[in-house]
């Protein structure tokens, strides 16, 4: 009798026990679902891919070169790499050296980033010139819109000139990343390796060109430029046509960019476009980029 009161009493306990935790298991279940779910967010947030893969490579081609549908796009595509095609309207009257709207967006269909390169390709550095792109910016727009493609989020300084207020101008606009040149850390028009893109350093607007591809790059070149990135940073190479008929300046020899091309393939490298760098950016932590106040135009300008 005693022992079965006892076993009663026991599961009385029991039952109690078990409220009790049912109790506190909902409690922290609100409490868990309830407060930290912003925290998680957050983390979440922070918790982007802040490491850079090694052997990155951002592919950029400039000026809606014929070439760039011709032979890069299928080439890059065969290969399974991305890239960005910055396009200007500047050169587009001549449509036998020259993309036309269309060809853009076939391009854009083939899976490539087509971002901005303004309308006329003029020199935005300074404060008045500064005040017309975004205008410009919005004409590549709409003839972007009329064919298909959506606003782009990525710019290419045209002449590789720079300014604030052009920044401003992007900024306004919604343009979240922009490249620049080798210059000003390297001379224009010299064969030297540029700085390689480290996100804790460069603003997203103001990207620096590791390798800017000139007719007498050779592949000892290329491979220099490679070799030059330290850990957690970006190659971004230039190019122009492929080749580029009417601005031999920039011209790169299909054979030769065939070879490039094959090298970042057999060795691993993996390729990126502008808009994929964003995922390495804080947006709310950005870095003050001494650049940003700078404005920047080469000595040879409207040369590319
Ligand atoms: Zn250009």
């Known amino acids: 009798m005693r022992t079965k009161q006892l076993r009663s009493k026991n599961g009385a306990v029991l039952e109690l026990a078990k409220k009790l935790t049912l109790l506190f298991l909902l409690l922290t279940g609100l409490v868990v679902t309830g407060l930290p779910r912003g925290a998680a967010q957050k983390s979440r947030g922070a918790a982007r891919p802040t490491r850079i893969p090694p052997k990155s490579v951002v592919l950029t081609f400039d000026d809606a070169v014929k070439?760039?549908?011709?032979?890069?796009?299928?080439?890059?595509?065969?290969?399974?790499?991305?890239?960005?095609?910055?396009?200007?309207?500047?050169?587009?009257?001549?449509?036998?050296?020259f993309?036309?709207?269309?060809?853009?967006?076939?391009?854009?269909?083939?899976?490539?980033?087509?971002?901005?390169?303004?309308?006329?390709?003029?020199?935005?550095?300074?404060?008045?010139?500064?005040?017309?792109?975004?205008?410009?910016l919005q004409m590549v727009e709409k003839e972007l819109a009329k064919v298909g493609v959506p606003k782009p989020v990525s710019f290419a300084w045209c002449g590789n000139a720079f300014g604030p207020d052009?920044?401003?101008?992007l900024r306004r606009n919604g343009y979240k990343i922009a490249r620049r040149g080798m210059q000003p850390e390297i001379p224009y028009g010299q064969m030297q390796v540029g700085p390689s893109l480290n996100v804790q350093k460069h603003h997203p607007l103001l990207i620096p060109?590791?390798?800017?591809?000139?007719?007498?790059?050779?592949?000892?070149?290329?491979?220099?430029?490679?070799?030059?990135?330290?850990?957690?940073?970006?190659?971004?190479?230039?190019?122009?046509?492929?080749?580029?008929?009417?601005?031999?300046?920039?011209?790169?020899?299909?054979e030769a960019f065939r070879v490039y091309m094959q090298y970042l393939k057999d060795n691993g490298y993996q390729t990126f476009a502008m808009r994929d760098l964003l995922a390495y950016y804080d947006e709310?932590?950005?870095?003050?980029?001494?650049?940003l106040k700078t404005q920047w135009s080469n000595p040879a300008p409207g040369k590319k």
């Not at 399974?80 to 200007?88: D, L």
């Not at 269309?102 to 935005?124: D, M, P, Q």
């Not at 709310?284 to 650049?291: A, F, H, I, N, T």
């Open 209 to 254: 060109t590791t390798g800017d591809a000139y007719p007498d790059w050779t592949f000892e070149h290329f491979k220099k430029v490679l070799a030059s990135t330290s850990l957690n940073e970006v190659i971004v190479l230039q190019f122009h046509g492929v080749p580029d008929v009417k601005h031999p300046w920039v011209n790169t020899p299909p």
């Open 284 to 291: 709310q932590k950005l870095p003050d980029d001494p650049l």
């Open 67 to 97: 070439s760039h549908v011709t032979i890069v796009a299928p080439l890059l595509k065969q290969l399974g790499f991305r890239a960005t095609f910055f396009i200007t309207h500047a050169w587009m009257n001549d449509q036998t050296d």
């Open 166 to 169: 052009a920044i401003e101008q």
């Open 99 to 136: 993309l036309s709207w269309e060809e853009v967006a076939r391009i854009h269909r083939l899976g490539f980033e087509i971002g901005n390169h303004s309308w006329t390709h003029g020199n935005f550095s300074k404060p008045e010139s500064a005040a017309k792109l975004g205008e410009e």
